[in-house]
């Protein structure tokens, strides 16, 4: 039972664009959402993250939205830059979790072409 | 830069042989995580650590053991290995207690054949 989906596994954009990244969960006790990114043979840094509390959080080029009653957040780019080509991977965490525990989605895959 | 180091970096080897990574940390925190990334399943926690000797598992945690004698390390074991655990292995730590950032090591690529 996948709590956290990324129903899209690849994405392509020109550079200058914007990007969206989307990503749905079903446990409503989630209550923090955090993306990271990951390039080949790296493992994932930290992005951007969002607690439940919010709906918007940015920085920089990145802005990450939440909508709670739809169960749905997603990371947009603005704007989109070949370095910004990576695995994207949303990930939630339980108001109850004990340990920090992440859950994880499958994973976008974005490629800005110049 | 987390301060996260893992090793083999790579390791190849056959069904039912044991395979032990190990992930080490030089910043103390007490928190230690190690997941597994395959392809349509993004990364699945396989057990985690909140101290010496203090594991718990995670949602993969069938077929693999953990142990942490030391805060510093944090070692993975498969103890018969088999080819549905090649995958690539994704050690973490958190920095903060109530933080749920975490910060995570270049990773093990282990193909078992």
């Known amino acids: 039972d996948q709590q956290v989906k990324q129903n899209s596994p690849s994405l392509s954009v020109q550079e200058g664009r914007i990007s969206i990244l989307n990503c749905d969960y079903t446990?409503?006790?989630?209550?923090?959402f955090l993306w990271y990114k990951k390039y080949p043979a790296e493992g994932p840094t930290f992005l951007i993250s969002i607690s439940s509390i919010k709906d918007k959080n940015e920085d920089g080029r990145f802005t990450v939205f939440l909508n709670k009653s739809a169960k749905h957040l997603s990371l947009h780019i603005v704007p989109s830059q070949p370095g910004d080509s990576a695995v994207y991977f949303c990930?939630?965490?339980?108001?109850?979790?004990?340990?920090?525990?992440?859950?994880f989605g499958q994973g976008t895959e974005l490629s800005v072409k110049p | 830069d987390a301060g996260i180091t893992q090793s083999p970096r790579h390791k190849v080897t056959e069904t039912g042989t044991p395979v032990t990574l190990r992930c080490h940390q030089t910043e103390n925190h007490r928190y230690m995580y190690w997941y597994r990334q395959d392809p349509g399943h993004g990364l699945r926690l396989i057990h985690y650590?909140?101290?010496?000797?203090?594991?718990d598992k995670g949602e993969v945690s069938d077929g693999y053991s953990v142990s942490r004698s030391k805060t510093e390390d944090f070692l993975l074991t498969l103890e018969s290995a088999t080819s549905s655990q090649t995958s690539v292995y994704f050690c973490?730590?958190?920095?903060?207690?109530?933080?749920?950032?975490?910060?995570f090591g270049p990773g093990t690529r282990l193909t078992v054949l």
């Open positions: 973490a730590i958190k920095r903060q207690e109530g933080a749920d950032r975490q910060y």
């Open positions: 650590s909140y101290g010496v000797k203090d594991t």
């Open positions: 990930a939630a965490r339980a108001s109850y979790n004990q340990g920090g525990k992440l859950i």
């Open positions: 446990n409503s006790m989630f209550d923090y």
